[in-house]
């Protein structure tokens, strides 16, 4: 088990360029070449989203007044309230739009032909065995997973086991090889 400080993540832009993001964890083969990727972004403004082909995505509002995601060629997401996973694949080209202001939002990337993945958010302990890695985030409140505390805005990543406990919400996240 690896836990992650929110001290710890590295600040970058996004791909696009247009806004700022911390990288959580990753599983890289190479550059900016991942499997699956982990990371928090903040949203300031109405902008288009980075292009990532081959790639889909889970985005979870964390902070904020919500959004709204106008996803080229199909409906619009309307993510109103925080803590809710909404995937979509991230090789539509995406205009997100501001409902009151700035917002945060958690994203995980993986690579559509080696990893797949499922996320939910947990208000109460759980035990969750899986065949592959769980990334675990700490949305509001501390957790405890597998006996280690996290404070809010603390990752974990985890073998297969986590045994967890939580004061407010911890996203879940269950990755599996395509």
Request: net charge negative; aromatic share 8%; proline share 4%.
């Amino acid at each position: 088990m690896k836990i992650i400080r929110k001290e710890e993540y590295r600040e970058g832009r996004w791909r696009n360029g247009m806004g700022v993001s911390w990288d959580i964890a990753a599983d890289v083969a190479s550059g900016d070449d991942f499997g699956w990727r982990f990371a928090l972004a903040r949203i300031d403004a109405d902008v288009p989203f980075s292009a990532y082909p081959g790639v889909d995505r889970v985005f979870t509002l964390i902070e904020g007044g919500g959004l709204a995601l106008d996803l080229e060629g199909g409906p619009t997401l309307v993510v109103d309230r925080l803590h809710v996973p909404h995937p979509f694949p991230g090789d539509v080209a995406v205009r997100c739009r501001l409902r009151a202001g700035p917002c945060r939002a958690l994203n995980l990337f993986t690579r559509r032909d080696s990893w797949s993945a499922t996320a939910d958010v947990l208000s109460s302990g759980a035990e969750i065995a899986h065949d592959g890695p769980i990334l675990l985030f700490a949305l509001s409140g501390a957790a405890d997973v597998n006996g280690a505390a996290l404070g809010q805005g603390d990752a974990a990543v985890v073998a297969d086991f986590a045994r967890t406990s939580t004061e407010g919400f911890l996203f879940v996240a269950r990755l599996r090889h395509a």
